[in-house]
């Protein structure tokens, strides 16, 4: 059973474009909400998470926009840069634990 | 780069062997978990550990087992190794002040090849 699903598993945008993931998830007990970014070879680094109080977290090009009635949350990256180039990974933990459940991963492929 | 270190980067075991495989934690971390990557899946939750005793478990079997040092470094043991356990290992080290509030930061992790 995938608890957190993400979308889509691949994605290519231009340079100066706008990247979209998207993540859906069926706890409601979930109540932090982290993405990854990995690069190969290398382990996850936290860029951005939300807790369901807030409907939009911005940090620099990075944004997550939470809607909790729908139980769906998303990572925008502005301006997408072919360093951003690598594979992210939505996440979810429920209150109370230190478990991590993650998306599949969408690998994201920035051209110049 | 986080901190948190892991030996050895690359290994390569048959079936049914045993492996330990080492992580040292973020200077000031408490809080030692490790994860199991599977090529292009995301990392999947084993168990975690704090003050040296586990802290909650994934859905693995019994051979997978840990330790945590009092200097909160950590060990993974998987025993009687099974082709499937090929996998990114990845230990996140973090710092637990409130339940469910910390934030992980991992090492790069040890790539374990099971033939």
């Known amino acids: 059973q995938q608890q957190v699903k993400q979308s889509p598993q691949s994605l290519i945008v231009q340079k100066g474009g706008i990247s979209i993931i998207n993540c859906a998830y069926e706890n409601t007990a979930f109540d932090y909400f982290p993405w990854y970014q990995q690069f190969p070879g290398k382990g996850p680094a936290l860029l951005i998470a939300i807790r369901p109080d807030v409907s939009e977290k911005k940090e620099g090009r990075f944004t997550i926009s939470f809607n909790k009635s729908a139980k769906q949350f998303s990572l925008h990256i502005m301006d997408s840069q072919p360093g951003d180039s690598a594979t992210y990974f939505c996440a979810a933990r429920k209150g109370g634990s230190e478990k991590l459940v993650f998306g599949k991963g969408t690998k994201l492929t920035v051209n110049p | 780069e986080t901190g948190v270190t892991q030996s050895p980067t690359h290994l390569i075991k048959t079936r049914g062997q045993q492996v330990t495989l080492r992580c040292s934690s973020q200077?000031?971390?408490?809080?030692v978990s490790w994860y199991q990557q599977a090529l292009g899946q995301g990392p999947q939750f084993i168990f975690q550990?704090?003050?040296?005793?586990?802290?909650g478990r994934g859905n693995f079997p019994p051979r997978f087992s840990g330790l945590q040092f009092p200097n909160y470094s950590s060990e993974l043991n998987v025993n009687a190794l099974e082709l499937d356990d090929s996998a990114l290992y990845l230990c996140?080290?973090?710092?637990?002040?409130?339940?469910?509030?910390?934030?992980?930061?991992f090492g790069s992790g040890t790539q374990l090849s099971v033939l």
């Open positions: 996140a080290s973090s710092l637990l002040a409130a339940p469910g509030a910390a934030k992980l930061f």
């Open positions: 200077s000031g971390h408490n809080t």
């Open positions: 550990y704090y003050r040296e005793e586990e802290n």
